[in-house]
């Protein structure tokens, strides 16, 4: 509540024609304005937070105010004198370390980038007076943009997207093991882009704040006591420091104790910019106190979820973004924390008024002059019920009978709650049976490395036994509270789902994402049942048999596909038909300029097949599939290969880079008409605009994840109306899923999502487990 109702601005401001490829709506205008101003006027600290809601276009904003600011040093430079331009000398903070050392002209930067910026051609004119003086200093670069390793390549699609030729910005990716180690070089780019994990390598980290009562706060968050939450910090920058220690091979100057270890801290950057900029929220981490260190002289946070937790999240912002006098802790304690802790009126008011200075939010339900800000196409949802057929039904009722009566005996036992992992098992496999039989059975598949098992033969014998162990007991994964897909259990003894353990690991934080836990998470920290059973069957010197003697495929021929996927395939088939093969496939029409003006959620009930048509002429319809399961995108591409359908695939399990080729190659490909995707995957800031049509095959628990699905088409730039067709089985569990989500929402959700905090989560009730079994 704190962070609403702040007042908004109006005054708007148009970018010079020419520079952007797509117009600014309304709302970024204000953005622009707003941000174009904080970063002019010296008060009360040159940058801010912009905390629109995701989907607004922060990007778009920022990407326009580094065009207006080198549009408008440009400006100047032709008009005034040097002297003028010096008052945009760099780095306030740090004047005395700051040299404006001559950046190697980009004119040398055989990639045919042409800079315009007048900033630099300003400082090289200037600098060509100082250059040997300060040789020893850092060169001054122009706008860092820092951001999870999920979304840097999405930044630099949109960098070269959304400018226009004649403008066109030079960008670097600074990432991977190949990047340069030469300031001089990052210094020639009007961007560079890199990753959290990058800077927390790269630069010096700022001291913790110190002060006792804070480290008993943390301790009482973590459930531990303060004498143990230090030794666990320790531990936590050992790791950290071994982590270093492993790249150094790779990174040459790399000395982390140095005052400027690597590349990243040897330059006096204009601008910073943090995206998803709640990744500092706590200004302990090493992240958080490493983004501080970098030298700036503008600073930006953008985030559509600023405070997710506590007030102290706030702390760090204000620290990265050196907003005195709350950037000092004691200050923020006194003036805010402590008055809000004792919960007076006064308090909030103070943290509004301190906020409103350098923050601006808008949600997409705020109104500018009584419209909402975003009119996007209208969505659609459907609720298409399939039915079995007669094998599947008999499968399922089999599967049905034998659980009702487990849970039936548990239930009488008194041991419903011992129990509560199977009985979610038990449910799984309901749930499952409903996407294809196949699923049930299926034999998870293997899909940890080598590395993995290398490792896991070089672990005690014990361990792997203990490990094993635990990984048999019927575990629910840490990250998605659901029975675990592949299961796979961590050397700190957490169990997951090796797709929700790889987005640990592929992305940027690489921490086991248990909040008391925190180890450091990498390849060869994640072991999976097979590994570990083949490694103690080696000890015993016995053959590996981990055939845990499956019964044979229910469905004896591998075509067999089930009621959904045939559904589902019927479905892309009349889409098909009914698209234009002709027409243009790439549409940049702002959604502002479209005539809709209906209300969001329009549900409707249909049967099977019956989708209502939206009768579109703008190029071929393209469709997003989202499962849960990975088992089942296994089994979809089976039925989408034999229909000779083109797709792409993103899960979880995916690099990083594999992610992007699938998604670029979606947007862009006319004949690649379905993206089959993880319902667990990747779900920050992806862009699937290209898509206005969205099949969800199976129910999550949580319809906030469903809802986040489904915006990855239904945003801005879209500009046809979405069809979202959900998918469920008559006369199974689904129904009674579909029950609970409609009469409980909000329970549901707490009972397995969303709690990342990691506090004791809601069960699902006995009555609820009773009526979801039918007993
Ligand atoms: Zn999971
Ligand atoms: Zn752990």
């Keep these: 509540a704190a962070l609403q109702d702040l007042n908004q601005p109006k005054s708007e401001v148009e970018l010079p024609a020419g520079l952007l490829s797509v117009p600014l709506m309304k709302h970024q205008k204000i953005a622009l304005a707003w941000m174009f101003q904080k970063e002019t006027r010296s008060s009360p600290c040159l940058g801010g937070i912009l905390a629109d809601d995701q989907g607004l276009g922060k990007t778009v904003s920022t990407i326009a105010l580094i065009l207006k600011q080198m549009h408008e040093a440009k400006l100047k430079s032709q008009n005034i004198s040097n002297q003028e331009a010096e008052a945009l000398d760099l780095d306030a903070d740090d004047e005395s370390e700051i040299a404006n050392q001559k950046p190697e002209s980009s004119a040398s930067n055989g990639n045919g980038v042409s800079v315009n910026s007048g900033r630099k051609k300003a400082k090289e004119e200037e600098a060509s007076t100082s250059t040997q003086k300060f040789n020893r200093k850092r060169p001054a670069a122009g706008t860092l943009i820092v951001c999870p390793a999920s979304v840097v390549r999405q930044w630099a699609r949109e960098l070269d ?47 913790l704040v110190d002060d006792d009562e804070n480290d008993e706060k943390s301790g009482e968050r973590y459930g531990l006591s303060s004498g143990f939450s230090t030794s666990k910090k320790r531990k936590i920058e050992m790791g950290a420091t071994k982590k270093i220690k492993k790249r150094g091979k790779k990174n040459a100057d790399d000395s982390s104790s140095g005052p400027d270890s690597g590349t990243l801290a040897k330059v006096g950057w204009f601008r910073v910019v943090l995206d998803e900029a709640q990744t500092i929220k706590n200004h302990r981490t090493q992240v958080a106190r490493a983004c501080c260190g970098l030298r700036a002289k503008m600073r930006w946070c953008l985030s559509g979820t600023p405070m997710q937790n506590t007030i102290d999240d706030l702390y760090s912002y204000f620290r990265f973004l050196k907003y005195d006098p709350y950037a000092v802790y004691k200050s923020f304690c006194h003036t805010i924390k402590g008055p809000i802790t004792r919960n007076s009126l006064h308090g909030y008011k103070k943290l509004q008024a301190v906020l409103r200075a350098i923050m601006l939010r808008r949600t997409k339900g705020t109104l500018l002059d009584g419209q909402p800000i975003i009119n996007l196409p209208p969505k659609t949802i459907n609720l298409s019920k399939v039915d079995f057929s007669e094998e599947e039904r008999s499968f399922y009722r089999k ?38 039989p196949e699923l049930v059975k299926r034999y998870s598949s293997d899909s940890v490395g080598k590395e993995s098992e290398e490792a896991a033969k070089r672990l005690p014998r014990e361990a792997r036994v203990n490990l094993l162990n635990r990984l048999e007991s019927s575990p629910i994964c840490c990250e998605c509270k659901d029975p675990p897909e592949d299961p796979v259990i961590t050397l700190c003894g957490h169990i997951f789902c090796y797709q929700c353990v790889s987005e640990f690991i592929n992305g940027d934080e690489n921490m086991c994402p248990v909040p008391r836990c925190r180890e450091e998470l990498a390849h060869d920290v994640v072991f999976s049942e097979s590994t570990l059973r083949s490694c103690v069957a080696d000890d015993l010197g016995g053959s590996s048999s981990h055939d845990k003697g499956l019964d044979k495929a229910f469905f004896q021929n591998d075509e067999f596909s089930s009621s959904k996927i045939k559904a589902v395939i019927d479905i892309l088939r009349s889409l098909s038909n009914r698209s234009n093969p ?14 809709y003006d209906i209300d969001d959620n329009d549900v409707t009930i249909v ?45 979880g399990t995916m690099s990083l880079n594999a992610r992007d080729r699938a998604v670029k190659e979606f947007n862009n490909d006319p004949d690649v008409k379905v993206m089959i995707m993880s319902l667990k995957a990747g779900n920050l800031g992806l862009n699937m605009v290209a898509a206005c049509h969205v099949i969800l095959l199976d129910l999550w628990w949580n319809p906030t994840t469903e809802d986040q699905a489904i915006d990855r088409a239904h945003r801005i730039g879209q500009t046809r109306p979405v069809t979202v067709t959900r998918m469920t089985i008559k006369d199974t569990v689904e129904d009674r899923i579909l029950a609970l989500q409609e009469k409980k929402r909000i329970m549901v959700a707490s009972a397995f999502g969303e709690d990342h905090g990691g506090s004791s989560a809601t069960r699902l009730t006995v009555d609820d487990l009773k009526y979801l079994f039918q007993v």
């Design 399 to 436: 599967l049905e009978t034998d659980s009702q009566s487990q849970f039936k005996k548990y239930a009488a036992a008194g041991t419903l709650n011992q129990n509560y992992a199977n009985i979610l098992l038990m449910l799984l496999r309901l749930r499952q049976a409903c996407d294809h």
């Design 582 to 595: 002709n027409s243009a496939q790439h549409d940049q029409m702002p959604s502002s300029s479209m005539p």
């Design 161 to 207: 997207e959304k400018v226009t030729d004649e403008a066109k910005l030079s960008v670097l990716i600074y990432h991977g093991g190949n990047r340069t180690k030469d300031p001089n070089e990052l210094a020639k780019y009007d961007v560079v882009m890199t990753t959290y994990a990058i800077v927390s390598n790269e630069v010096p980290k700022q001291p």
């Design 607 to 651: 049967e099977q097949m019956s989708l209502r048509s939206t009768p579109s002429n703008r190029g071929s319809i393209k469709t997003i599939i989202f499962s849960q399961w990975t088992g089942m995108l296994d089994l979809l591409e089976l039925s989408l290969n034999e229909n000779t359908i083109e797709f792409r695939r993103l899960d």
